[in-house]
């Protein structure tokens, strides 16, 4: 269903992995960026862009993808909420689909975020890369030039890598604003409480046919109290909850999701009602 009827969020997903894969394996600029600071010359100022362009680009492409996940979201749960005007069997299917696909985008974001609280590089290179971006823009060298960006994109880039978690709150923004503009609030937080619900009894009644569906239920239902803490105005942690986070913590707590990261620990680190 998803991959015919999504392309693109199949297509965003092989991104995301790709830049997951780069972002790993990130370059810091430190000795240069230090080095054309304490010894301010045009040469090594010159080495420090050459340095810090090509990690600046890489920032530009993860934040371009994070764009590209907020327009795709909505798209999403418009299928999702959908799904109950489709006979059951159908609707199953379909919801299944787009779940997975919901739980894959969160968990790209889930694992950009744990890479970018790793690397503090990864802000101090860009907080230096816009100080002397107007420099870089005006460089007479092509080699340098080419790496320089407008200073509106720059503006946004600042505040998105600003957030401890931005991919996730890209994600979590998207689906707030859908429902709020929709005026479909309840019927989003009824599907995620809902799914929520498929996912913990799967993994509660051992119901799953391998350790990798195991997972994704684990992810599915972390995703789903997630964003469903974001939607709620009482958030996911209270009473009025549809969803029993309490009993999601105890069943997650020993089962990771992020590399070795225990899942109830993403959990925490991604709600605002829970701690």
Known sequence: FVEENFPEGNKLLKIGQVLLQRISGYQDSTNEIRTAISNATPENE???WRKVGPSAQLLVECYEYAQAVERMIPEVLDELCSQAD????AATDRSRGLARLLADLMQNA???????ASIPAIQNDFSYYRRTLPRISGSQNAEIAKFAISQAVSNKMSLFYAYHNPMVKAVVDSVSQYAKESDNEMLV???LSALAGGSYNTIKQSRADSAKS???CVLVLVTCCVLYDWISTSGVGSPQSAINSKAVLDLISQRSLVDSTPADKV????CRTIR
């Not at 959990?267 to 991604?270: S, T």
């Open 86 to 89: 489709l006979e059951e069997g």
């Open 110 to 116: 889930f694992a950009f975020d744990s890479l970018k």
């Open 46 to 48: 010159e080495a420090a």
């Open 214 to 216: 195991e997972r994704l």
């Open 189 to 191: 937080l009824d599907c």
């Open 267 to 270: 959990l925490r680190a991604n």
